[in-house]
């Protein structure tokens, strides 16, 4: 099966402040690759509808897939959707990711019938689904964490190892295309993955269930090494709340001898509890580091 793995377009000021390598739709191509398919991903932050439209009409894939992360971001999905039924009606069309987790039912009922599914939480663990797809489209609805009209299958489940699957860098077009602030170009990668706390403004611990993991320090040195990119940004909504897991990163760096500039997020209770392993990377090119203040104390 051909599959094209895409992400939207950009929002307001992107080009401005920044534009992200899209991790998780090349999760989801690296997982569709594994599974056999052929695989081709689009970004629409870089490249346009007329690419998009494009690829439809040269490459005609079976299956398209959008990650929505942002809210911001469903309207064009929806639309984009209806053309594609128009120009390949017997395609499959498909959209997961964070924002599309909570708002399944109305994607769906505003798709009208154009999108085939949404895939809750972690859409990476998405072997078996593509298999249903391709065989029996009728018994989607049964898998663990996709809605479909006619009804939807058991909660998501969460991915167990996060050294399973590394992201497709490789199949992403204009890779020097992403930047955040000064750092241009810039990677990204992820360290470890989910959030302990609960906040009442934030979305992310219902997301992962309040669940943290981490990477093996070995596979994320490797990832790092294979970045031609001389700016990484670490996508962890809270980095190194484990400061063992943080010193242990940095000193796998330092053994490789990978020179990088990092672009971090942190809670300011983290970096006050953990001063030492982000001093620590400072000596090892943390260039710059978003604080969020959780609580007025």
């Not at 991790?23 to 346009?48: K, T, Y």
């Not at 797809?133 to 809605?147: E, F, N, Q, S, W």
């Not at 983290?270 to 620590?280: G, P, S």
Request: net charge negative.
């Amino acid at each position: 099966m051909k599959i094209l793995c895409c992400h939207p377009s950009g929002l307001m000021y992107t080009e401005i402040y920044l534009r992200l390598e899209p991790l998780g739709v090349e999760l989801v191509a690296q997982a569709a690759l594994r599974a056999g398919h052929e695989v081709r991903i689009l970004d629409l932050q870089v490249f346009s509808h007329k690419d998009y439209f494009k690829a439809l009409d040269q490459w005609h894939p079976d299956a398209v897939c959008f990650g929505l992360n942002y809210l911001a971001n469903i309207p064009e999905v929806i639309d984009l959707a209806k053309e594609t039924k128009q120009r390949l009606p017997h395609s499959f069309f498909f959209v997961g990711g964070h924002s599309a987790s909570f708002t399944a039912e109305e994607i769906l009922e505003h798709a009208q019938g154009t999108i085939e599914c949404v895939v809750r939480g972690e859409t990476e663990q998405i072997e078996a689904f593509l298999s249903a797809a391709m065989d029996d489209r009728k018994r989607i609805h049964t898998l663990p964490g996709v809605v479909t009209r006619d009804g939807e299958g058991p909660a998501p489940k969460m991915v167990e190892d996060l050294d399973r699957l590394t992201p497709a860098h490789d199949l992403l077009p204009k890779r020097r295309k992403y930047f955040i602030g000064s750092l241009d170009p810039s990677a990204s990668i992820e360290f470890t993955r989910g959030c302990p706390w609960n906040c009442t403004f934030c979305s992310a611990w219902t997301f992962y269930s309040r669940s943290y993991r981490k990477r093996n320090v070995e596979a994320i040195a490797e990832e790092l090494e294979r970045l031609e990119e001389p700016n990484v940004f670490v996508v962890d909504d809270v980095a190194f709340i484990d400061p063992q897991h943080g010193f242990a990163i940095g000193q796998e760096i330092e053994k490789r001898g990978i020179r990088k500039q990092f672009y971090i997020e942190t809670r300011a209770d983290v970096l006050l509890r953990n001063k030492e392993v982000f001093q620590d990377w400072r000596s090892l090119g943390l260039a710059y580091m978003f604080v969020g203040m959780e609580a007025i104390d």
